[in-house]
C-alpha cells in the first residue's frame, strides 16, 4: 500500500539551551492509505506535536516527512498552505465555524481558496452536508445546530477538497456519549470509503473503535499497533 504519511527520525524542538524542550525525538511512523489510525498519549507525550507536524501546521527542527509522496520539509509557507488546502482535511474539538454562515457556507469556504467555481462549491458542499446527515439543515447557522451537528458541519467541510487523509484532534471531547458515537460512525463509513482517518484522543473507548493504535510517551512512539485490549494496561495521565 502507498503510505499517506511517513516520519522520518522526526525531532521537534523548542528553545534552547536551558530552556530547551524536545517535544519530539526520533519518531518514525508510516501510515498506509485507508488506514483508521488514533495516536494517544499521557499530556506532554508529544501527540499534539506530532499531530501539528502531520498536519503541516508545525515544522520539524530535523528530519523528513512525507506526506502522499512529497517531501514537505523544503516547502515555501505559501506551497505548505496550498497542501494543506489540497491533500488534508481537520476536525477539531472547537469547531470553528463562521457564526454569521450557514452550514452550507461554512462548508464551501475551503474551495473558495482551491479556486472551484462557485456552482460546484454549492453543489459539493450539499453533499458533503448530506453524507454526515445533515440534507435538512443547509441553511442553519451554527446557533441554530446541536453540537453534534455542528461537528458533523465540521467534518464536511474537512473532507469538501477530498482530501487524502483526515486529521482529527480530539473530535469528540466536547461531545456527550451519545454523540460521540454518531460522530465516531461517520468517521468509520468515511474509513470505509477509503478516506485514511488519523485522531489523537485521551479516550480508550473512542481508541478501540480505529483499526490502529500509536501510543507516545515523552517525544517517542513507545507502542505501535496496540491492541484494544492493550490500552486497560496503560495509564492515561491526560
Not at 69 to 83: F, K, M, N, P, T
Not at 113 to 139: D, F, H, P, Q
Not at 165 to 175: F, H, K, N
Request: aromatic share 4%.
Amino acid at each position: 500500500m502507498q503510505p499517506v504519511i511517513r516520519l522520518e527520525d522526526i525531532c521537534k524542538i523548542y528553545g534552547m539551551g536551558d530552556t530547551e524542550v524536545r517535544a519530539l525525538s526520533d519518531v518514525n511512523l508510516v501510515v498506509n492509505t485507508g488506514e483508521y489510525c488514533a495516536i494517544m498519549g499521557p499530556s506532554g507525550s508529544g501527540k499534539s506535536t506530532a499531530m501539528n507536524v502531520i498536519g503541516c501546521l508545525d515544522r520539524p527542527t530535523s528530519g523528513r516527512y512525507y506526506l502522499d509522496g512529497i517531501d514537505v520539509a523544503g516547502l515555501s509557507d505559501d506551497e505548505l498552505a496550498h497542501v494543506r488546502n489540497r491533500k488534508l482535511g481537520f476536525v477539531f474539538q472547537q469547531f470553528h465555524l463562521l457564526p454569521q454562515l450557514s452550514a452550507l457556507e461554512n462548508v464551501m469556504l475551503p474551495m473558495v481558496y482551491a479556486g472551484v467555481s462557485s456552482a460546484e462549491r454549492r453543489e459539493r458542499a450539499a453533499e458533503a452536508l448530506t453524507r454526515v446527515g445533515l440534507a435538512n439543515r443547509l441553511n442553519n447557522r451554527p446557533n441554530q445546530l446541536s453540537g453534534g451537528q455542528q461537528q458533523r458541519v465540521a467534518i464536511a467541510r474537512a473532507i469538501v477538497n477530498r482530501p487524502v487523509m483526515l486529521l482529527a484532534d480530539e473530535p469528540t471531547g466536547a461531545l456527550d456519549s451519545q454523540t460521540t458515537q454518531e460522530v465516531l460512525n461517520i468517521f468509520s463509513e468515511l474509513n470505509a470509503s477509503g478516506i485514511t482517518v488519523v485522531m489523537v484522543t485521551h479516550e480508550p473507548e473512542v481508541a478501540r473503535q480505529t483499526h490502529r493504535i500509536v501510543w507516545f510517551r515523552d517525544g517517542m512512539v513507545q507502542h505501535d499497533n496496540m491492541r484494544p485490549a492493550d490500552l486497560a494496561q496503560m495509564t492515561l495521565t491526560v
